[in-house]
């Protein structure tokens, strides 16, 4: 992947070295810098001398042709010069006339400092006036980024400064076409710079020392083959203006980051875990205690469902489970955002199904188990049952007994039973465990009757059974319809006027934007589809890729339409409401679906009006542009006093920008934070199995492991949620002890020689996709970044 242009200026101002002009411009003279092409791009490097200023200003010049293919333009490894004499060579400063303030290089007199043939570099272990060559450009050209980026800075708070450079320093680096000096480095055991993105200046400092101390021809050991004395660190802490750019310091600092957003660590494993719920929080009041005692510290309710009510309810229970357990718990609340999704359907039956487990055959395996209580009395253990009913009676739980068999006639007009088999005790009262074998469809106002042999039965009724969730089924080849509506009813869901099934959207925005042939995709890509054709109230849609036995569309599932040009506002009228709930009751707002730093501007300036300075945020990185715009988009965060942090939302992010591309994105966005000292919270389908089935993937074990470069990792809502959140505490535990967990970007390096598939249906499908990762991963992870100097000009 080419390396995009990235030019700066040297800010002294921040590394403060106390030397005047003049001396400072003296020991400049022996640097190895002048005429060097980066990324494409063919850039000098120039000392300007002022009078008015204390310090000169070095800074990187892109040539009048900014033609990334130009044919004039000599190419990273023609410019590297291994000739000694040359590498040591001086600027030439000319003086210019008295009216003038500036002195610039003779280019005929200054040698190329980062060119040299692989021939050439076989020939000897390792050239250490080369790779000094080298690497004193690399600093100078990372100082001038710097400078050049220094009205950025200025704009950043102050407790953001050194993340900010760092920043800076690491989008210069990774401008530079420096793969075989990185390479030769690592090679010869010096330095790793693909392991440095928290502390860039102070590992290409540590290099220069380290190569200056290890050349083969060693010069007097007062002469100082490095000019530049801000290497050299002695007194500089004596400047008010100083920064320790150091790596402990550098690390210290993110780690505060991290702090300030998630709180302190509690234990050794130092990784947070984020778990979503929802209502069903509230319905078994032990689920917040059960999650909090497994290991999860950070509770995430989404705005986009559910209510103030329910809100309230959630983190009352949260705050109170952490008061009792001792133990640390934060809310964060995402903003529902401009996310465009499927509208509301009508409520379907109050209806239960009870399905015991069968084999191929039909016979039963295993009984359904259900929980019968009183209204409001969960069951101990909910991921132990299939299904919860609550039943209203005063005699009727006084006379059941183990044993017992209650008769029932379902939904359907059949006559079932359930055999009471436990009795539990729940935080609430107690309740039994039935079980049935047979098929049956509860609805609220079944009747169960005690089986006695003699008097009368003493009979119970359901009661709250919960409206079943309504959906349509898509194959590949249906047609869908979009329509303009607010709701729809489930007996209108069927054929509209071209034969299709139907859903709603009420956002405007969605019926604008699309045109025929646009990719269109349902519920985090699980359904594509192609628009076939629109109108102002309809959209139809061609469904492209969906299971093979048709997949569910229901109420609230996303929509994405990756290739239109939609725009959205950066909080909408809701996401207002909603915020003043937030600063009232959560610690974090996640900020869903923002574009640009127009929509960061915004949410800043919000929070600034409600005086919300403590208010963590977090920026959900779930689009394209967001992607394309996230070290302007940090910057920008930067600007307030805010805690922040980042979060990898792969699955709109994998919709947005493709499957194929995640693993080298979320690899991207992890470095990138990383240089910005910004926690990063790991999302989307991590251990979804275990969390659905009870059942990991060993895929998913392995996610969790490459999930540990981040911050924090979160779980989404699921029926075996806290047995989820106990092996990813256990999984967390036994890695941070025994394995070093270390940024993979640069080093993904493809760590097996082999990945084998098993045999399936769909194995060439699963080979074509496989090709074509390995084949995106080894083009955009080896040592390269896809920001390289975006925009920072």
């Given amino acids: 992947m080419r390396r995009r242009k990235l030019t700066g200026t040297l800010h002294h101002s921040v590394l403060a070295y106390p030397k005047s002009s003049a001396e400072y411009c003296n020991s400049i003279s022996n640097s190895i810098v002048n005429s060097v092409s980066f990324g494409g791009h063919e850039n000098k490097l120039q000392c300007l001398s002022k009078a008015n200023l204390k310090y000169p200003i070095l800074f990187a010049k892109l040539q009048e042709s900014d033609a990334f293919e130009s044919k004039g333009c000599k190419s990273y490894e023609d410019m590297l010069d291994a000739d000694t004499e040359k590498s040591r060579g001086n600027f030439d400063i000319k003086k210019s006339s008295e009216g003038s303030s500036e002195s610039h290089f003779n280019e005929d007199e200054v040698s190329g400092a980062l060119s040299m043939s692989n021939e050439k570099f076989l020939e000897y272990p390792l050239n250490y006036e080369v790779c000094l060559g080298k690497l004193r450009a690399v600093y100078l050209h990372v100082l001038a980024a710097e400078q050049w980026n220094a009205s950025r800075l200025n704009k950043c708070h102050r407790s953001c400064l050194e993340s900010a450079t760092n920043l800076i320093h690491y989008l210069a680096l990774n401008s530079l076409d420096v793969d075989e000096l990185k390479q030769e480095l690592y090679s010869s055991g010096l330095v790793d710079l693909e392991r440095t993105n928290s502390h860039v200046l102070a590992s290409i400092t540590a290099a220069i020392k380290l190569l200056e101390n290890l050349q083969p021809n060693s010069y007097d050991k007062n002469h100082k083959t490095w000019p530049l004395d801000v290497i050299h660190h002695d007194n500089v802490q004596e400047s008010e203006n100083y920064v320790d750019f150091g790596i402990i310091a550098m690390r210290k600092k993110a780690s505060m980051n991290k702090a300030a957003l998630f709180g302190p660590a509690q234990d050794e494993k130092n990784i947070n875990i984020m778990v979503t719920v929802g209502r069903e929080a509230i319905d078994n009041e032990t689920l917040l205690s059960d999650l909090v005692k497994s290991g999860a510290n950070v509770i995430r309710i989404n705005c986009a469902h559910d209510d103030p009510t329910i809100w309230s309810e959630i983190i009352r229970l949260a705050k109170h489970c952490s008061q009792m357990l001792e133990k640390p718990c934060r809310v964060l609340m995402d903003l529902a955002g401009p996310k465009l999704r499927t509208g509301p359907m009508n409520s379907g039956p109050q209806v239960l199904k009870l399905s015991p487990k069968k084999d191929a055959k039909g016979d039963v395996m295993f009984p359904a188990q259900v929980w019968?209580?009183?209204?409001?009395?969960?069951?101990?253990?909910?991921?132990?049952?299939?299904?919860?009913?609550?039943?209203?009676?005063?005699?009727?739980?006084?006379?059941?007994?183990?044993?017992?068999?209650?008769?029932?006639?379902?939904?359907?007009?059949?006559?079932?039973?359930?055999?009471?088999?436990?009795?539990?005790?729940?935080?609430?009262?107690?309740?039994?465990?039935?079980?049935?074998?047979?098929?049956?469809?509860?609805?609220?106002?079944?009747?169960?009757?005690?089986?006695?042999?003699?008097?009368?039965?003493?009979?119970?009724?359901?009661?709250?059974?919960?409206?079943?969730?309504?959906?349509?089924?898509?194959r590949v080849g249906d047609l869908l319809t979009i329509i303009r509506e607010p709701s729809l009813i489930f007996d209108e869901i069927g054929a509209s006027t071209c034969g299709a099934a139907k859903v709603t959207c009420n956002s405007g925005r969605l019926f604008d934007s699309v045109k025929p042939g646009d990719p269109i995709a349902f519920d985090d890509g699980r359904i594509w589809g192609v628009v076939q054709g629109t109108s102002i109230n309809e959209i139809v849609v061609s469904i492209t890729r969906a299971s093979p036995k048709g997949s569910k569309l229901g109420s609230e599932k996303s929509i994405n339409i990756p290739k239109s040009e939609i725009h959205f506002e950066g909080l909408t009228s809701k996401d207002l409401v909603d915020l003043e709930f937030i600063a009232a009751n959560a610690d974090m707002v996640g900020i869903s679906f923002i574009r640009d730093v127009h929509d960061m501007e915004i949410v800043q300036q919000q929070l600034k009006k409600r005086k919300l300075a403590e208010l963590g945020i977090v920026l959900k990185i779930e689009t394209q542009s967001a992607f394309?715009?996230?070290?302007?988009?940090?910057?920008?965060?930067?600007?307030?006093?805010?805690?922040?942090?980042?979060?990898?939302?792969?699955?709109?992010?994998?919709?947005?920008?493709?499957?194929?591309?995640?693993?080298?994105?979320?690899?991207?966005?992890?470095?990138?934070?990383?240089?910005?000292?910004?926690?990063?919270?790991?999302?989307?389908?991590?251990?979804?199995?275990?969390?659905?089935?009870?059942?990991?993937?060993r895929a998913e074990i392995t996610d969790v492991a490459s999930g540990m470069r981040a911050s924090c990792i979160m779980l989404n809502k699921g029926k075996y949620i806290t047995e989820a959140v106990s092996t990813l505490n256990t999984v967390l535990g036994s890695c941070s002890t025994s394995l070093h967990i270390t940024s993979l970007y640069g080093g993904i390096e493809l760590l097996a020689s082999c990945i084998m598939?098993?045999?399936?249906?769909?194995?060439?499908?699963?080979?074509?996709?496989?090709?074509?990762?390995l084949g995106s991963c080894s083009t955009s992870l080896h040592i390269t970044s896809l920001y390289g100097g975006i925009e920072l000009l």
């Fill in 372 to 474: 019968l209580s009183r209204p409001g009395c969960a069951p101990p253990t909910p991921s132990a049952v299939d299904a919860t009913l609550f039943v209203e009676s005063g005699k009727f739980f006084n006379e059941i007994g183990i044993g017992n068999v209650l008769e029932f006639v379902d939904c359907r007009g059949r006559r079932r039973s359930l055999k009471v088999s436990k009795r539990l005790s729940a935080s609430s009262g107690y309740g039994f465990i039935a079980e049935c074998s047979r098929t049956a469809y509860v609805g609220s106002g079944t009747k169960l009757c005690i089986q006695k042999k003699k008097g009368k039965s003493s009979c119970g009724e359901v009661v709250n059974v919960p409206a079943a969730d309504q959906f349509i089924r898509v």
């Fill in 628 to 697: 394309d715009r996230l070290p302007l988009l940090l910057l920008q965060a930067m600007k307030s006093p805010n805690p922040f942090g980042v979060m990898i939302a792969r699955g709109d992010l994998a919709v947005e920008c493709g499957w194929y591309q995640m693993a080298s994105i979320q690899e991207e966005i992890l470095s990138i934070c990383n240089a910005a000292h910004v926690p990063v919270i790991w999302a989307t389908q991590v251990l979804e199995s275990l969390t659905k089935t009870g059942i990991p993937t």
């Fill in 757 to 773: 598939l098993n045999k399936g249906k769909y194995i060439t499908e699963a080979v074509s996709t496989l090709n074509t990762v």
